[in-house]
């Protein structure tokens, strides 16, 4: 598998491996590899939301909203 960067990511990635100690390959495959081992952590699709059931709606008046209206 091949990954494509901007230069700019790359020279991001090459200063964090640096400051780890490490080569950019090696930092991106072990975070790679993080993700696969946690699958909580990586989701690829939206979470669900939650569902409101409010029952039959009806227009709301002005009377509804402002206190003002008798």
Same mark, same amino acid.
């Given at each position: 598998?091949?990954?494509?960067?901007?230069?700019?990511? @790359?020279?991001?990635? $090459?200063?964090?491996? !640096?400051?780890?100690?490490?080569?950019?390959? %090696? #930092?991106v495959?072990?975070a790679? &590899?993080?993700?696969? @081992?946690?699958?909580? $952590?990586?989701?690829? !699709?939206?979470?669900?939301?939650?569902?409101? %059931? #409010?029952?039959?709606?009806?227009? &709301?008046?002005?009377?509804?909203?402002?206190?003002?209206?008798?």
């Amino acid at each position: 598998m091949e990954v494509q960067f901007t230069p700019e990511q @790359e020279a991001q990635l $090459a200063q964090l491996a !640096t400051k780890a100690g490490t080569n950019a390959e %090696h #930092l991106v495959k072990d975070a790679a &590899l993080r993700l696969l @081992e946690d699958e909580t $952590a990586f989701h690829l !699709t939206a979470p669900e939301l939650p569902v409101l %059931h #409010l029952g039959a709606m009806t227009p &709301l008046h002005r009377r509804d909203i402002y206190d003002d209206v008798p």
